[in-house]
């Protein structure tokens, strides 16, 4: 492409044009560069042939076009007057296309003119192909006839003509051949010639295709596989009986279709020859169809139009409810509404009536009073109350009372006490109605004291999650054995839960009691301050509620606990023959671990393991370093002589089984108590293994052996523990 | 398949060659590259290197024997024109291919054969990587080899390589062809059939991927920039009309010559009108309902039961004896069927992969007393991710050339603009399709140019035109709109520009009146979207 490479103006050229660039528009022919925006050869050529395919973008006539084009602009772009007479004088480049101009000579005859006028308005139609053919089947099932059709139906209708009557009589002894043939499983050339049109011929065709279709869509598989070419009697139906309109696309029998007796015997004779063709055709229509068959991929470049997939929508909560839902809703919708009209319809009926029957009930008094005072001594005092009408009163206080829900429940069920009652002043009735009343709500409070009225209350205590369930409360030693702190609560409970995490990791989660309550120690009551910030800390936790374990230790939860003692020997014989030695060897894994010693060696310490023969003594003779684990822990032999495996986790476990109360020989939980904790802390990992046996052995007891052979995990729980105690210090702190 | 540039030849080793003289026409076999003459536009020949894409023997078609055979009994014309070739001229548009007889071939030029592996009587040298090629390519050229080897092996003095693909043969023939033919004839049909499957089956195996550059790189990584088939047809399935890989559509064109109405036109693509009517020599088609029959007794058959006098659709548009009829696709299955395959003559990168019912359709038509003839339509897809306003746009062959594709391309515009929407066709573009839209676009623009006297900016001119910003910017760059005058840039339009435009408005004859449209744009549900059922 010719252009000028605007040497001097690339500077100016990279202030770029951008699409909100408001640009003057000079319609005068003007001096100046054009800017070329991509100075680029190659990417110019790519710009002027933008949207077209690569690969046609290179051909010649385009090319050719194209370029004589840009010269053109080229020219008016340099404004001389002399290039655009030049370029007239070119020969202009044009893109050759293949020839387009035969004429067909029976166009007429054809497509007949004066068939189409304009109608005053635009045209709207939506009549489907099959719909705008006369006759055409249902489903688009239209046959055309070609010429060996013609020469076929030519030859059948003369030979007919010829010998005229002689067919009329070989009908039925065509038919009984046939049936003889069918048996035998050939279809001998049986028909006989009938004269018909060629609709009549085009018709029978069609319906022959169309039944195909629906019986054995698939024949030409079938006759690939040596199937059976269907028998002429799978078709008879379809003509013994007088076609149908819903045959037809148009719903509509045409009007020249010859009725049941005259077409069969013209399928009979169109058969075999149908047969023949259909069987050329292997099986396939005769009329050869678009290529809908996604499965044949020999001819794959014939197949189009398959289906798309469907196109996934973004799934709303309206669009979810199918259908069949909305339609059943609506239906019960309407169904109510229809109810409620006819209760209302019901309704006013019996109003009516009873106004009728107030109406005659006045006139009967009227009549009465009349009477009554035509003749003042017949009547009695108590006739008065003829006059009146009882029931208003209930009613009366029915209304009164039917302001709240509940009042209603009862004014109903009061209803026929007033029936009975003997007739009294409405006030006094009222007045023993109200009262009655209110006795009703006084206790119906009582009824309801420890309910919660959800009505009034909209407050509901949420739900306790399942995790928060599996706190198990340990109780607390330390009353026992930190005698000197008094003022600590006796009935000081702590929640644990231990938890399992990924790669067997054991968390152990603890929750004090009661946040509130850790923070009253008595010494410092007398000082305002103190309380100040303890009325004020008080307020902070008032709604903290599920900051506490939903289950507290004296809850339902904790009450019909059954114990079982792991230990008790009926648990035991059975455990201890589960795994073997070895096995629990296997179940281990190597639990030996580098500790840094003060003095800079590396020693590897193999913690304690069960059946190991190890250098250290057994856990009944460490003497535990807590200052509040004054006992030694018990030495409890276990089946094989040896102390049971030491977990640093004393918390029962999210188990059914209640933990056991630690038996008073036993010394304090190490984490449960506060001093352990603390003693703990600032000695880091080092001094893990030496704290190892003197964590409790108690925990044992609930511990189920899958955890207990685990002492990898025990002691992540351990640094898990000390991770989590200066978060929680605080409230031990307050309480020394 | 793709025409091969000059540079890209260059790169790779040289395909093999044949001297001229030393080999003939049986020897020719498909992927092979000959000379052969064509005539000029000027009535001169000129000698093109064409690719050879199929061969088949001279077709005796039933229909011909019974419709002109009789008239012409000089059957043993020379003795090279028994074979055809179907041949691809180097450099040119697809539509330009066309069936040759054997002795426009020039046999004292040289013959290059297809690249990957040479047939090893002829040569041995050069033998390359097959990795290393462009895939496709090499994929075609390895079974166009094996075809070779074939041939070379099988009796060279024997008919013709029609004789290899006996074996391959599954289709019958229309019996409607085959009724008077000799045996031998009706085999020439199938193995036209088998023949184009065999490409297709080339495709299917392995070739799915396609390298779009052609061949530009100097060693194309064929995976980078490829445009798999399943990548094009999942995007198909969700939208579109235009395949960018044209390895999924068959190269052989199957159709020989359309009649559509009063006229007869060639046909330029393949087509997947069913297997039966290909090759036949006039595929008729009705002129309002687009039904295609095999024989002019069918179609007159089908002429005396068809009612339909316009497209089944709503007319939106009528002005002078112009209208544009309204059809969705859903509704109009088969009509909208049968335009597609009758557009997919004319279209290269059509493709029909998937169903019409995504698609409206907007058929312009010409109406007489005869009917509503259609001139040309354009779909356009009911929801469209990338904003096209255009899927397939396409005038008729016969009435090309007489500027009603712009005519239909300003409706299409037209309709955007009721949508309030900017638009731009789908690409790829056709080579006249981008001839026909630079020139509205150019026609366009400039014309709003001329009636401003503001300042403007490529937006107002997209707003108001419903181009998008691309074309705009496009158009303007290709018209060297942009001018940097006084130290601003400028819109400038210059006289001579002015006049052409004048000259250009007086040659155009018709133009869409917006306000003969009576259109709302029709909306969908989302359900209703999802492709139907």
Known sequence: MPRNPAGPSTLRNRNRVTNKTRLKVIKESIDADPIVLDEDEEKARVVSTAGVDAEDANEHHLQAVLSAAATRHQSIARSTRAATDKDSSQPAAFIPTPDSTGIVQNYEDLYPPKRWHDPTNYVKSSDT???????????????????????????NNEEARGEGTSAQGAISGSTRSARSSKAKGKEPEVSQPVVMTEDEFELVMAVFEKVTHEKTEFLHHGLEQGGPFPPFTDYQDAFSTKLQPDLFALYEVPSWVPDESKLLPLARAVYAYWRERRLERGGHPIIPAVNLDETDTKNESYICFRRREIKAVRKTRAQQATYSDRLLRLKHDLERALLIASDVKDRELTKRESAVVGQVVWDKRFALVDLKRRYPTLGTKEDEELLH?????????????????????????????????????????????????????VQRKEKDHHWEDAVDNAYQATPTSYSSRLFKFIQSTRSTHTPDSPSSPPQRHRAARLRFGRGGRIHLDRRLCDPRSS???????????????????????KFDEDDVPAI???????????????????????????????????????????????????DKVTPYRLGVINNR???????????????????RPTPNGVTPVVNGTAISLPTPLKSMPPPPTVPSLRISANGTMRSITPSLSPTVPSHRPSSSPVRDQTHSTGIQDDPGSSVKSEQELKMTVPSQANGPDAVK | MAPHTPKDEGQQEP??????????????????????????????????????????????????????????PDDPQRPEDRLEFFVHWDQFNKRLDDWIPGSRILLNRDMEWPRPKAPPSTKKATQKAPGKLNKSKSLLKKAATANALNAIKADVGSPGPSSLFDDRVSATPPPSLKRKAPDDEAEDDEDLDADADGDMDIDDEEGEVLDLDGGRSPAPPPPVSAFSKEQEIEKLRTSGSMTQSISEIARVKNLNRLQIGKHEVDAWYFSPYPQEYAHLPVLYICEFC?????????????????????????????????????????????????????????????????????????????????????IGYFSKEKESADNYNVACILTLPQHQRHGYGKLLIEFSYELSKKEGKLGSPEKPLSDLGLLGYRAY??????????????????????????????????????????KHYKGQHVISLPESLQERHKKTLEKRRRKIHPECLQWKPPTFTRDQLRFGW
């Open chain 1, 129 to 155: 192909l099959e719909e705008c053919t006369s006759s055409a089947l249902v489903g688009g099932f239209i046959y055309y006839m070609d010429e060996r059709d013609k020469d076929w139906l030519d030859r």
């Open chain 2, 15 to 72: 395909a093999p060659v044949s001297r001229g003289g030393t080999y003939h026409l049986q020897t020719i076999s498909v992927g092979c590259k000959v000379f052969a003459r064509r005539p000029g536009p000027d009535g001169q020949e000129e000698e093109r290197l064409a690719e050879v894409l199929s061969i088949r023997d001279r077709p005796t078609n039933p229909y011909v024997s019974r419709l002109r055979n009789e008239a012409k």
């Open chain 2, 290 to 374: 687009l039904s295609y029959f095999g024989s002019p007794f069918m179609l007159s058959r089908h002429r005396k039961r068809c009612n339909l006098l316009h497209p089944p659709g709503n007319e939106i548009y009528r002005h002078e004896d112009l209208s544009f009829f309204e059809l969705d696709g859903k509704r109009q299955l088969t009509w909208c069927r049968n335009l597609s395959m009758l557009s997919k003559c004319f279209l290269d990168h059509k493709t029909l992969y998937y169903d019409v019912t995504p698609f409206m359709y907007y058929v312009m038509c010409q109406r007489d007393s005869t009917g509503c003839h259609i």
């Open chain 2, 441 to 482: 676009w150019a026609q366009t623009i400039i014309e709003l140019l001329l009636n401003t006297n503001d300042d403007v900016s490529i937006d107002d001119i997209a707003q108001r035109t419903s181009i998008t910003h691309a074309d705009v910017m496009n158009t303007c760059t290709t018209l060297q709109l942009f």
């Open chain 1, 552 to 602: 507290r230790p004296e809850g339902l939860e904790e009450q019909d606990r059954k114990l079982a003692d792991d230990f008790d020997p009926k648990y035991l014989s059975h455990r201890m023959s589960l795994l073997s030695d070895s096995e629990y060897n296997m179940l281990m894994t190597d639990t030996s671990f580098y500790v840094t010693l003060p003095d800079g060696r590396v």
């Open chain 1, 519 to 541: 923070r009253s120690p008595s010494e410092s009551d007398s000082d305002t301050e103190v309380l100040e910030k303890r009325r004020r800390l008080q307020e902070r936790w």
């Open chain 1, 617 to 635: 003594n057994p856990a009944g003779s460490v003497t535990p370093r807590t200052p509040g684990g004054s006992q030694p822990p018990p030495s």
């Open chain 1, 389 to 441: 009408d009882k029931e208003r009163i209930p009613k009366k206080a029915k209304t009164d009372t039917s302001g709240r829900p509940i009042v209603r429940l009862h004014a109903g069920s009061r209803e026929p006490a007033v029936s009975q009652e003997p007739i009294m002043h409405p006030k006094a009735k009222l007045e023993i109605i109200q009262k009655q009343i209110e006795s009703e709500m």
